[in-house]
């Protein structure tokens, strides 16, 4: 058998028990490989559960940045007997297979193209540790310990580690090391290590961090000026308002009265979330609540409410598998058209589509200016994927002299020069209207917001022309609105080319790979990431400028297909579609697959073993 | 269509303390139907800003969908006003307090509107002690949609359509005390005598003030046989007591015997003076005051008047400890924690 040999490019993958502590100690393996210089990128696949099913923390190590799924497991580290049988079943030929062997392995399992690592981590916990928590959280512990050994870890890296994550609780600082080295020393007296694939430390990550994307998010909205914060409890969103709390905690205390400069209301459920938003929003306050698909599917009639009454609306939207309750704790970007159209008659949304944490600050800052700019709901996209897992990402930044774009809004001394205040006449010839705060003048600029038709004056009426004139003003706003959302990111090929691909969100990583893989396949493509709906006119003008474009997207109706379509009139076989709806990220090697399948002449050729270990960089 | 009430006024209108007529606190001509009583609550409303000289534009005044829900619009024309959706105005008000904690916020609502649709957001509003004044205009059925059996119908109560409602009605007033709401009263459209002063008193409270007003739909639920008709309200209203505000700046004058009655200093320093005439209740027992509504409803009888009091409420923003500076006051100065803060944060994620 030959063994797969790797420095710095693999994936890992660790089958766990959820509620039995693996997580931090996983986190600590794929902290360790990010100090050691290396990029990572870690992600959680978790059961909607709170204790006893199985979970899997899958780390892609890559030198080259990949930060991607790649597809398929190079390292299966398997403590869970509940899905051994699938989990050996995923290692790559010349793979390896690391098992807790206190119970031997079941003989069917056995794989003879695998290399079969045993570690009997129960029975050095039981023999090193009486009380069953302890003998259940260290067991974790030592087989990171054990992985340093067989991956030429850098053992200083992850004692320093530990130092740093039980900082003021120091007690704990010399257990874990103890574990840590009962794994290793276990590992070096019983293996030939390190084993073919090994990490060694590099210089590729610079000034990186390590961060999840609803974490970002919720500072995004603490830098951004929001103030009111109305939620609902749902997975995978609820971390954007924990981490919200966290900072608002810390940052947002009245130095003088130790009083909060922030108000966050647990709402009843959904409706009455982003209906405090709204009310929150109309009074001049920044607000902002988050939520994931069923909470989106109740939102809908305020959304429209705050579309057609002209409302700033913040809306973070943290995708998860739908329809209905769905894969809960798996990721799709499925919301698409729901929010885009989101409320009945004639809307349409502002979307923002972040693909890093670094995005989820800058877009989740950005959204209150938007909203209040644009005077209408911005929903921005992530997933679970994004918000959930560790991303390695660019350092967050904030320039100091930016000040809030409060938009148009008039104050006590705009309306005593005024004759008359119309709130939703367009005197700018922008489409976008000037409004009021409640409470700014004694006499003027009061008026009743509502979802009836009203004139330009915002007195009810239910004449037809003055309906169509607003309903007009709001496509002219629309047409403003291209102008303010984040643009396009376009990637060349540097040839001439009549294909594409087009993505948006987390496909970013695996997307980039892919490309990668199809060059050497002979095929180079130009890509666009859009970054928001409505789509400005580069994304029109790409599209024009090729024959064919892979549409890549998680979810299974093509939704961003369908929406390109309705804007721009498009046929359909202009636009392929590159889908993954399984709840997975969508990996390099799927997107690879699917485009070349597609494309005229060509004929699949799945991907050798060979090619991809010289692929990914050995 | 709404008519803006001609500016003519006759020079001599009494005016208040800020100079405004009465007028001054109407809105746009009604287009309810002739003789609905939701048209007189809005005078009662309209009355009691009046008396209290609130500014019109530092109240907002808000509410869900329904020939209530639109009364707003014919009081309080320099306020800022928001009809949002069928159910759902307790929301938007909670969210609009935390963004501005110095506005008087008036919620109007209707039966509909708050006893089905909008039963969870009413609940949770009470449950949050929000510092709000909150008026149902409740006539026993759905007006707007043309007069369908609402939820707070009595069973056996027969709209215009002539079929008795089969099921039990939910009261408003002893859900809210059991859901620990701080300011509970009940009164009746055409009783401006009992109905302004309980305005008043609700405004001073600090907290949730609900005031549920028996108010006739003419058009759908005025017949023979209603629990909700003028007729049926004015032969079955039982007052807890006669209710007397004074404003904090003014005196009380000593028309009251003494022993007679009781005297409640409310948060703004503005005193009620009750006299009471049902010797049972105690408004400032909670459960005293349930007691009280489920034996005048055995008795087919409507308990109207101050129901409940605690004075010493607290609500929202003090459960919260937020600012005492309006939220939507704050600036970047006082929100942002600046580009070092970040740095360091960046550090801590390394
Ligand atoms: C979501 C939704 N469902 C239904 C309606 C239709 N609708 C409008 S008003 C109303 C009932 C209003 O009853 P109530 O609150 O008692 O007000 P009233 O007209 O009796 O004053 C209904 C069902 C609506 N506007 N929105
Ligand atoms: S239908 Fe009834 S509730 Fe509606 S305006 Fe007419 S009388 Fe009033
Ligand atoms: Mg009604």
Known sequence: MQSLQSVNEFVIKFANVNGTGSASANNLFAKAIFRMGVPVCPKNIFPSNIQGLPTWYEVRVSERGYLGRRGGVDIMLSVNPQSMPQDIREVEPGGYFIYDNTKPLDLRLVRNDVNIIGLPLTRICNDEYKDP??????????????????????????????????????????????ALELGYQYAKENFACPIGVRVRTADKVGDKVLLDGNTALGLGAIYGGATVAAWYPITPSTSVVDAYEKYAKRLRIDPGTGRKNYAIVQAEDELAAIGMVVGASWNGARAFTATSGPGLSLMAEFLGLAYFAE???????VQRAGPSTGMPTRTQQSDILAAAYASHGDTKQ????????????????????????????????????????????????????RRYDRGKVLNAEDLDRMERFGRYLDVDGDGICYRTIPGTHPEKGAFFTRGTSRDEYAVYTERGEEYAKNMQRLLAKWETIKEWVPKPIEQDCGQDTDTAVLYFGTSEESAREALD?????????????????????????????????????????????????????????????????????????????????????????????????????? | MSYQIPKFRHPDLPVNELGYTRADYEGAISTLCAGCGHDSISGSIVRACHELNLEPHRIAKLSGIGCSSKAPTYFLGKSHGFNSVHGRMPSVVTGAAMGNRDLLYLGVSGDGDTASIGMGQFAHAIRRNLNMVYIVMNNGCYGLTKGQDSATADEGSASKKGDPNPFSAIDLPGLALQLGA??????????????????????????????????????????????KSYE???????????????????????????????????????????????????????????????????????????????????????????????????????????????ANINSSLR
């Not at chain 1, 580690?161 to 120091?170: A, N, P, W």
């Not at chain 1, 994304?539 to 309705?566: G, K, P």
């Not at chain 2, 005598?193 to 008043?200: D, E, S």
């Not at chain 2, 509504?293 to 109207?304: D, P």
Request: negative net charge; glycine residues 6%.
């Open chain 1, 133 to 178: 928590r302890q003998r259940q959280l260290f067991k974790n512990v030592i087989y990171v310990g054990a992985l340093a050994a067989l991956l030429d870890m850098d053992f200083a890296v992850l004692t320093g580690l530990v130092s740093d994550q039980f900082k003021g609780k120091d007690k704990l600082i010399l257990p874990n090391i103890h």
């Open chain 1, 311 to 317: 409302i700033p609306t913040v809306l973070f939207d």
């Open chain 1, 350 to 401: 502002v979307l923002l589509f972040p693909s890093t944490p670094k995005e989820c600050f800058d877009f989740g800052a950005l959204s209150f200016d938007l909203a209040e700019r644009l005077q209408t709901p911005i929903i921005l996209m992530t997933d679970l994927d994004l918000g959930m897992n560790d991303n390695m990402s660019e350092p967050l930044e904030w320039d100091d002299e």
């Open chain 1, 517 to 618: 893989y199809l060059a050497e396949d002979g095929l180079r493509i130009n890509a666009m990431r859009v970054r928001a709906f409505p789509f400005n006119r580069d994304v029109e003008a790409f599209l024009e400028r090729h024959e064919r474009v892979f549409v890549i997207e998680q979810n299974r109706d093509a939704q961003l297909r369908t929406l390109l379509m309705a804007e721009f009139e498009l046929g359909p076989d202009k636009l392929k579609s590159v889908l993954c709806y399984d709840g997975t990220p969508i990996s390099a090697r799927n997107i690879r697959q699917q485009i070349l399948q597609q494309m005229p002449g060509h004929n699949v050729t799945p991907l050798r073993r060979d090619r991809l270990v010289s692929a990914a960089g050995e």
């Open chain 2, 182 to 227: 701080t300011f509970v009263a009940r009164s009746f459209s055409g009783d401006k005598g009992q109905l302004v002063p309980l305005i008043k008193a609700a405004m001073s409270h600090r907290g949730f003030a609900l005031i549920d007003v028996v108010s006739p739909c003419v058009t759908f639920n005025n017949n023979a046989g209603s629990t």
């Open chain 2, 232 to 342: 049926f309200v004015r032969e079955h209203a039982e007052a807890t007591g006669t209710v007397d505000f004074v404003p904090m700046r003014e005196e009380i004058t000593a028309h009251y015997a003494p022993g007679t009655g009781t005297e409640v200093t409310l948060h703004d320093g503005s005193v009620l003076h009750l006299e009471k005439l049902d010797e049972e209740l105690d408004p400032f027992d909670r459960l005293s005051a349930m007691v009280a509504i489920e034996k005048h409803r055995a008795a087919g009888e409507i308990l109207t008047g101050l129901i409940y009091i605690d004075k010493d409420s607290r609500d929202l923003h003090d459960v919260l400890e937020t600012s005492r500076r309006p939220l939507n006051t704050l600036t970047e100065e006082d929100l942002c924690p600046g580009n070092k803060v970040l």
